[in-house]
């Protein structure tokens, strides 16, 4: 079992920066595929970004790359997405989530736990 924590998010105006760090619990953290998906009210969950357990492999949503980093720190446990030059578009529910795989999806329903999620909300 693998719990997931995100905490980061907050209220910034547009062109800001946020970072987002998601804690796992579990010793195996090293081994599982990390990603971001976010949903924004009345629309549907998407995909931000993914990174693979040894950093090897990196994706991004199209919407998102050049201005997000995704990174990982496996002896802390620990995932992050670094968000910059905001925009009100960026404006959702952002959820950490884990796949107990070696290889990197983009799609929702491969990843095995969710985090509960961080609001992030971008002013104009």
């Known amino acids: 079992q693998v719990q997931l924590v995100e905490s980061g998010g907050g209220l910034v105006q547009a062109g800001g920066s946020l970072r987002l760090s998601c804690a796992a619990s579990g010793r195996v953290f090293r081994n599982y595929a990390m990603g971001w998906f976010r949903q924004a009210p009345g629309k549907e969950r998407e995909f931000v970004a993914a990174?693979?357990?040894?950093?090897?492999?990196?994706y991004y949503a199209d919407s998102v790359k050049g201005r997000f980093t995704i990174s990982r720190d496996n002896s802390k446990n620990t995932v992050y997405l670094q968000m910059n030059s905001l925009k009100p578009e960026d404006t959702a529910v952002y959820s950490c989530?884990?796949?107990?795989?070696?290889?990197?999806?983009?799609?929702?329903?491969?990843?095995?736990?969710w985090g509960q999620g961080t609001q992030v909300t971008v002013s104009s």
């Open positions: 990174i693979s357990w040894n950093s090897g492999n990196i």
């Open positions: 989530v884990a796949d107990n795989s070696r290889s990197l999806t983009t799609t929702l329903q491969e990843y095995d736990y």
